[in-house]
């Protein structure tokens, strides 16, 4: 009875050591979140040519497979990059195809799992994972990616996420996304004229870069027409109608915190022309 009871121990302390260690000795991370499967090197073309990536950039790859979208991006616009992968045999292959495309310096390859990297460096992301798991990760992309960091996925959507831009090759779809800021609240401002200061309030709600606002003048409350948010980039056209005039504002900033910097351009009345334009929140 002793005799079983220390084999069935053994049986076990060797199973679990056979579980951290892998089959080559190495320390064996958890099994892959989706298998692999290699984006066609067309996609992969399409993909960075419509984040117009470029030597500036740091490109990501969570879960890169070969490496393809990491080493393209480097070899054809010498951006930098780096690819995470899960698998060791992946990390192995990436390294080496680096290697023959002459792209070492500028590329990097980790094994690890992707929702554990730190991520904050990126300004451009590629995936090509599952419906599943890009909804799983979208909480980390839209905390650690600095707005402006562009999101490419093939296949897969960001469910209601919006996609800024699309494509579809054969039977292949690719989405397109630029990280929002936050701009939800009351933004204020005042311009001044010949007849003094005169206030104006924008209260925007927000829906990922989808933004609406209501602005309140001296004379009237309108909506904001043409609003946009790209990153941190807002703008908006305000047009009210004080008596005798229809007034046409052209709003353009930068969002920073609870400021927006920027200008306005004024079609008539009395602040037509150009002029900063900074708001609080
Ligand atoms: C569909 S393949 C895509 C490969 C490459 N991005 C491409 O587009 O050619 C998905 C990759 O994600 C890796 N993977 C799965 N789960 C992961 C995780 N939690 N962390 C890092 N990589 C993971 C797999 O090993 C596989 O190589």
């Given at each position: 009875?002793?005799?079983?009871?220390?084999?069935?121990?053994?049986?076990?302390?060797?199973?679990?050591?056979?579980?951290?260690?892998?089959?080559?000795?190495s320390?064996?991370?958890?099994?892959?979140?989706?298998?692999?499967?290699?984006?066609?090197?067309?996609?992969?073309?399409?993909?960075?040519?419509?984040?117009?990536v470029?030597?500036?950039?740091?490109?990501y790859?969570?879960?890169?497979?070969?490496?393809?979208?990491?080493?393209?991006?480097?070899?054809?616009?010498?951006?930098?990059?780096?690819?995470?992968?899960?698998?060791?045999?992946?990390?192995?292959?990436?390294?080496?195809?680096?290697?023959?495309a002459?792209?070492?310096?500028?590329?990097?390859?980790?094994?690890?799992?992707l929702?554990?990297?730190?991520?904050?460096?990126?300004?451009?992301?590629?995936?090509?994972?599952?419906?599943?798991?890009?909804?799983?990760?979208?909480?980390?992309?839209?905390?650690?990616?600095?707005?402006?960091?562009?999101?490419?996925?093939?296949?897969?959507?960001?469910?209601?996420?919006?996609?800024?831009k699309?494509?579809?090759?054969?039977?292949?779809?690719?989405?397109?996304?630029?990280?929002?800021?936050?701009?939800?609240?009351?933004?204020?401002?005042?311009?001044?004229?010949?007849?003094?200061?005169?206030?104006?309030?924008?209260?925007?709600?927000?829906?990922?870069?989808?933004?609406?606002?209501?602005?309140?003048?001296?004379?009237?409350t309108?909506?904001?027409?043409?609003?946009?948010?790209?990153?941190?980039?807002?703008?908006?056209?305000?047009?009210?109608?004080?008596?005798?005039?229809?007034?046409?504002m052209?709003?353009?900033?930068?969002?920073?915190?609870?400021?927006?910097?920027?200008?306005?351009?004024?079609?008539?009345?009395?602040?037509?022309?150009k002029?900063?334009?900074?708001?609080?929140?």
């Open positions: 009875m002793k005799f079983i009871r220390q084999k069935l121990w053994i049986t076990l302390l060797m199973v679990n050591v056979a579980s951290i260690l892998g089959g080559s000795g320390p064996q991370t958890r099994i892959p979140d989706v298998h692999y499967e290699p984006t066609p090197q067309l996609i992969v073309e399409e993909l960075l040519k419509m984040a117009e470029n030597r500036n950039d740091i490109v790859d969570l879960g890169c497979g070969d490496g393809r979208f990491v080493i393209t991006a480097a070899k054809k616009y010498g951006a930098r990059g780096m690819g995470i992968d899960i698998d060791p045999k992946r990390i192995k292959e990436s390294i080496h195809k680096a290697r023959i002459g792209v070492m310096d500028r590329v990097k390859f980790i094994e690890g799992d929702f554990e990297t730190d991520i904050r460096e990126a300004t451009l992301v590629a995936l090509y994972l599952l419906p599943e798991l890009n909804m799983q990760l979208r909480p980390k992309l839209l905390k650690e990616l600095k707005p402006g960091t562009r999101v490419i996925s093939h296949e897969f959507d960001m469910y209601d996420w919006q996609p800024d699309m494509g579809r090759l054969g039977r292949n779809k690719y989405y397109f996304w630029v990280v929002p800021t936050d701009v939800a609240g009351k933004w204020c401002w005042s311009l001044s004229s010949a007849k003094g200061e005169e206030q104006f309030t924008l209260t925007l709600a927000q829906k990922f870069q989808e933004i609406d606002g209501k602005i309140k003048t001296p004379v009237q309108v909506s904001a027409l043409e609003a946009y948010l790209i990153g941190s980039q807002i703008g908006f056209l305000l047009r009210y109608r004080p008596p005798g005039l229809v007034v046409e052209r709003y353009r900033g930068q969002v920073n915190g609870n400021t927006i910097n920027g200008t306005v351009e004024v079609n008539a009345g009395p602040f037509a022309g002029h900063k334009w900074t708001a609080k929140r």
